[in-house]
């Protein structure tokens, strides 16, 4: 058996520690790499997704975008046929009023006014003009539904006032205020009563007297016969809610 000296003993394990230990280093160095590797592949596949997705949404952008554009073209093709079709409501509702019995005829003209000069605007939106004609269409359709009763001048012989005549006074020479307005009670001659489109009556406030007007001459006629007269009368008082709702007969003009 071959004895080494004391010296050469530690040499010799120290060199076998270092050939053991080499190897477990590299190891580890190469084993640190590897996961950097996957996690530099993981990150690569990641942005590939990523950019795939954004690519998809891109996509899907573009094609809302193109749809928006496609609609907007319509719009466009929509505004071009609503306006003329405006117009020809306009045109119509004046046609209406003119054509029509003459209730209301101012407001009704000066509604009519404000809707043309909207129409002519180039300022307003075409959905602007389209809801203010839309309106008035539907007020003038709503004339042929009710009746209603409204106090206004002779329509032959309207009576002149001026200055405080024109109102109503109490018992003191006080000036009447409504209530519900606040303004001053107006006097008129007397009363008008339309029946929806079918018939419209001036009857005069002391009930003396009734006219009918026609529509086929255009003209006022004092041709109602008093039962009519009495009978309009109760179909002013039930219009203003006067006296409790009834059946009324409409004096309406019988061809010949």
């Not at 996509?59 to 609503?82: R, T, Y």
């Not at 009519?228 to 006067?242: D, L, T």
């Amino acid at each position: 058996m071959v004895k080494f000296p004391s010296l050469v003993k530690v040499l010799l394990v120290s060199a076998t520690m270092c050939c053991v230990t080499v190897p477990a280093a590299q190891a580890q160095s190469d084993g640190a790499n590897e996961i950097a590797y996957h996690t530099l592949l993981q990150q690569i596949a990641d942005k590939k997704i990523s950019l795939a997705q954004q690519q998809v949404f891109l996509a899907g952008q573009e094609e809302k975008i193109a749809d928006l554009n496609k609609q907007l073209d319509g719009i466009e093709d929509l505004k071009a046929s609503v306006v003329p079709m405006i117009e020809k409501m306009t045109a119509g509702i004046e046609a209406e009023i003119k054509a029509d019995f003459p209730f209301k005829r101012d407001m009704r003209m000066a509604r009519l006014a404000s809707l043309k000069d909207t129409v002519d605007d180039a300022a307003a939106s075409v959905g602007e003009k389209y809801r203010k004609a839309l309106s008035i269409y539907r007020i003038e359709v709503a004339y042929g539904q009710n009746m209603e009763a409204y106090p206004g001048n002779h329509p032959l012989t309207p009576t002149v006032r001026e200055g405080d005549d024109q109102y109503k006074k109490d018992e003191n020479g006080e000036i009447v205020i409504n209530e519900k307005t606040g303004l001053p009670v107006e006097l008129f001659d007397g009363s008008y009563l339309r029946y929806g489109r079918t018939a419209l009556v001036y009857v005069n406030e002391d009930g003396s007297g009734a006219l009918r007007y026609d529509l086929a001459s255009g003209e006022w006629k004092d041709d109602l016969p008093k039962s009519k007269v009495v009978e309009i009368r109760r179909a002013i008082r039930i219009s203003k809610g006067q006296v409790a709702p009834g059946v009324v007969m409409a004096p309406i003009q019988t061809m010949p």
